[in-house]
């Protein structure tokens, strides 16, 4: 007989829950960023500061909180998934607090601790309350309903820096497309995974590649589309470039086709060199990036991606030291678009090689986590959720570095931004509970007692 295919190990197999390296791995991710909040204070004031141990208390609760909410909600997921995520967030608010010692007009640390600790509270929720991934596959048009409707709501309020991605109330201030990119990639999954065998098996081909079916096709390009259009329209390029390679990953993951990712690095580039040529404000990065020392020239003095070249060079292969560099001269984006040239310019190339491997590590287990599924649509929301964080990280580090033209996005858990913080630690959440279905062991078929009858003709 042909055993069934199932996303659990067989039974009979011991599977590990690993939730003791879970918790050592913890306390190491919270020591890690307690040191760096002391070696700042070390090299600022002389001194530890004096809060040290308050911060060092809060962060390791927020971890305990969470990690119980694994052990006892998602006990065979991923041990690697949350000391990731709580590292990531616990340097970048070291790196934060270290900036805000040269900004006493703009303290951002406490802001973002808080706003962590709300991310923390939501990754428990999702954790406790979502008890199979699955159902998120039955709300895949209420969720790009609501992503539209967030994408267009910072279209009624006014610019920030040139783009219409920000809804200010008050003080108070987030990103709706943030949320938007969950649910985005929760609708394709489900639809992607729900037409699998059209996208696959119907179409027609031109030339190598065979194309489906508009029928099959077209709801999901509108849906992709309009969004894209709708970023354009606030000028919000970056998430533009986000969505729409997230389109393509899960267009390939779904059908298998290599064709897919040559399309749409030709649509990609015909998109760039269109929005950038046209639109004056993406226009004015391509020309930053493609000449980045020419204010030095003209006697202007160096702009945000020449400050952030300095500040690498002036890195080297260690770094400076925590607290001893001088990237705050990038300016007001110092804590969010360019906190990696900080980190860069503090922690040298080792330090930043570390931190790059620590994001390729989240994002190769989001994909193991994925891969290790029989059940389409999971094995779709975990790559692309992944993929959420590959691509901000690529499009991040690129543009700071000068690889590619500044984007104004969040680097994921390190840079300063509510919206991104919470908005990542649900992908976390997500995250944990397909790997725990990935992970758990099937339960044992009842005995009854009656030999397995074999069906005719099966081999």
Known sequence: MTAPRTDAPPPGVR???????????????????????????????????????????????????????????????????????????????????????????????????????????????????????????????????????????????????????????????????????????????????ANLNAL?????????????????????????????????????????????????????????????????????????????????HVHGRVQDWLDPFASIRAGEGPGQLAQSLFSFAAGGMLGTGLGLGHSVLIGFAAKSDFILATAGEELGLVGLTALFLLYALFVGRGYRAGLLLRDPFGRLLAIGLASIVALQVFVIAGGVMGLIPLTGMAMPFLAQGGSSVVTNWVIVALLVRVSDSARAPRPEPADTGEPERVKEGAA
């Open 200 to 280: 696959v098996y119907t179409g027609r081909r031109i030339w190598r590649f065979q194309f489906p079916s508009g029928r099959v096709l077209g709801p999901v390009v509108a849906i992709w589309l309009l969004s894209v259009g709708v970023l354009v329209l606030e000028r919000d390029l970056g998430t533009s470039l986000l969505f729409f390679g997230l389109f393509v990953i899960m267009l390939y993951v779904a059908t298998g086709r290599t064709g897919w990712i040559a399309v749409g690095l030709v649509l990609a580039s015909a998109g760039a060199f269109l929005v950038g040529s046209l639109e004056p």
């Open 15 to 193: 599977v590990p829950k690993r939730r003791g390296v879970e918790l050592s791995l913890l306390v190491c991710a919270v020591l890690i960023s307690v040191y760096g909040y002391a070696a700042v204070g070390l090299a600022r004031a002389g001194a530890v500061p004096p809060d040290a141990a308050r911060y060092g208390a809060g962060l390791g609760l927020l971890a305990l909180i969470a990690h119980l909410a694994v052990r006892f909600g998602a006990p065979y997921a991923d041990p690697l998934l949350l000391p990731i995520a709580v590292l990531l967030n616990g340097l970048g608010l070291t790196l934060i607090h270290r900036l805000d010692l040269e900004t006493p007009y703009d303290r951002a640390a406490t802001t973002q601790l808080v706003w962590s600790a709300l991310g923390v509270t939501l990754f428990i929720l999702v954790v406790l309350l979502l008890r199979d991934h699955r159902t998120l596959q039955g709300y895949a048009y209420v969720s790009v309903a609501a992503a539209l409707a967030l994408m267009l709501l910072p279209v009624f309020f006014p610019a920030v820096n040139g783009a219409r991605i920000w809804i200010r109330l008050g003080g108070l201030s987030f990103q709706p497309g943030e949320f938007a990119k969950i649910l985005l990639a929760v609708f394709f999954a489900a639809y992607l995974s």
